[in-house]
């Protein structure tokens, strides 16, 4: 119970962040691949409503430029934690990925990518302990920014998720399809966690 409702009061505000982000656009961007902006459902299949902000949207849109900017020094690590295994990058945040992408290619853009910020880099992503280095590689986002993918899955962060440790994006569905944290071996997780931490690590 305690991390469903962690789950859906970071959900709630990263998704409140990319309607005021989206809301303060004035060049009317492509915010229509991120279906699905307004609501979301968690894991158990509640969804939640998305009001947007009367008066933080400038505030929320400086937040989303921080969080999406690029990587100068990428990496991608693993930790062990109530998931097992799974990728984090080089400040111990969780990664993740989307499934509606498909190999080398994100689906995830406008306000998706404000709620789920892309890995992007600008230099080549170094491989940590127990990262298979073949597997590790960037791909050409639609702005031309370079992400970082892993096993062919474009990786990211989630808003919601507020210090290293936390995993409040995972198993959530928005924006079209399920979000999961990944594996060393290139493979989503999908199992329960295997404590009561609240699913962090």
């Known amino acids: 119970m305690r991390r469903h409702t962690r789950t859906v009061t970071a959900l709630a505000s990263a998704l409140l962040l990319a309607t005021a982000a989206a809301g303060c656009s004035d060049n009317g961007g492509d915010h229509g691949s991120a279906s699905g902006s307004d609501r979301a459902e968690q894991p158990n299949n509640h969804e939640v409503d998305v009001v947007p902000a009367a008066s933080s949207s400038t505030s929320a849109s400086a937040s989303a430029s921080s969080s999406a900017s690029a990587s100068s020094s990428p990496k991608v690590d693993v930790k062990n934690g109530s998931f097992g295994k799974m990728l984090v990058d080089e400040k111990g945040r969780s990664l993740y990925q989307f499934d509606k992408d498909t190999t080398n290619k994100s689906m995830c853009s406008g306000s998706c990518a404000t709620a789920w910020p892309p890995f992007t880099v600008t230099s080549k ?20 920014s370079e992400q970082v993918a892993y096993n062919g899955r474009p990786l990211y962060r989630f808003e919601g998720d507020k210090k290293p440790g936390d995993i409040n994006g995972q198993d959530i569905n928005a ?27």
Do not use: H
Not at 184 to 191: A, I, N, R, S
């Open 125 to 144: 992503p170094v491989a940590g302990s127990g990262i298979k280095a073949n597997l590790l590689k960037t791909i050409k986002r639609s702005d031309g």
């Open 175 to 201: 924006f079209g399809a399920k979000w999961f944290i990944m594996n060393p071996d290139g493979k989503k997780v999908t199992t329960a966690p295997q404590n009561n931490n609240g699913g962090g690590y």
